[in-house]
């Protein structure tokens, strides 16, 4: 939604600046212009990208449309199922959460968070770090080292439609710079005809590089950085999940080991003390 109210502010400020300066808007009109703009920005990524950079570019461009779902209702989620596995390794062993960690979509314990479960990429990682700290072959600096080459590797490759859309976006006004040019060539041809015909022409090639700037900086950037932001917001929810499982590894309780996850959480989402203690306790008795 604010993705559009600001694309809705970008096009009023231009546009009605222009016209309130006694521009005439029907000059700006120009599809020919915008064809060769979009139509090399659309060949240029075809070719610059690989299959599955495009797929995964085309998958992520509708979620800037989308509001963010790291929430404080999502996270508080997370630390309750967090606990309640903790709780039970801490009261049963380790081999008590086997059957849930191996099935973790039957299994009561996930299925009671739905925000959670029903994120396969959060569910995988979760469980896959369980069953290593099931297996015991490994101490807590080891799968510290894992977790950390693992999330930046999530990382890295959830930042690459955010670059993507960048150097799109940095080609954009070059694109326009083209299609100026390809304008200007066209009036020279035609310097035979009135001037006032010449003008609409000079006119009509300088759209082009207008153009290119306002799709660079007013439509495409932005994206970029949108995407990047919902992306970090996503790595964030990893390192919660890895910070509280070492905690439990090195020895804490799990009211304290969630604690550590909490402290992990930027300032807008993360839940105070109390309020994660009394979402624990609600879940608990349900």
Not at 2 to 30: D, K, W
Not at 102 to 117: A, G, M, R, V
Not at 185 to 195: A, C, D, L, R
Not at 229 to 250: D, M, P, R, Y
């Amino acid at each position: 939604m604010l993705v559009i109210i600001g694309y809705l502010v970008v096009s009023a400020s231009v546009f009605g600046g222009f016209a309130l300066a006694g521009g005439h808007l029907a000059a700006l009109l120009q599809p020919v212009e915008l064809l060769m703009i979009g139509g090399a920005a659309a060949g240029a990524f075809f070719v610059g990208n690989s299959g599955k950079v495009i797929k995964a570019t085309l998958k992520a461009l509708p979620t800037v449309f989308k509001g963010s779902k790291y929430s404080k209702a999502l996270y508080l989620e997370l630390f309750a199922l967090l606990y309640e596995i903790l709780a039970k390794v801490r009261k049963e062993g380790l081999m008590s959460i086997e059957s849930d960690i191996d099935t973790p979509h039957e299994s009561p314990l996930f299925t009671k968070y739905p925000k959670i479960s029903g994120d396969h990429h959060v569910i995988e990682f979760l469980t896959d770090y369980l069953r290593i700290m099931v297996g015991g072959n490994l101490n807590a600096f080891e799968i510290e080292n894992l977790m950390d080459n693992e999330i930046e590797t999530h990382h890295h490759e959830g930042e690459v439609p955010a670059q993507v859309v960048a150097k799109l976006g940095d080609g954009m006004p070059a694109f326009g710079i083209v299609a100026a040019v390809m304008g200007v060539v066209h009036t020279m041809e035609s310097v035979g005809i009135p001037p006032a015909e010449l003008g609409i022409l000079i006119a009509h090639a300088l759209v082009g590089t207008f153009l290119g700037i306002l799709l660079a900086y007013g439509f495409v950037g932005p994206l970029s950085t949108l995407l990047e932001q919902k992306h970090n917001e996503g790595t964030k929810l990893f390192q919660c999940i890895k910070v509280t499982l070492l905690a439990s590894l090195n020895g804490y309780a799990p009211q304290v080991a969630v604690e550590f996850g909490r402290k992990v959480l930027y300032s807008t989402e993360r839940p105070t003390f109390t309020e994660l203690e009394d979402y624990v306790k609600q879940s608990k008795s349900k």
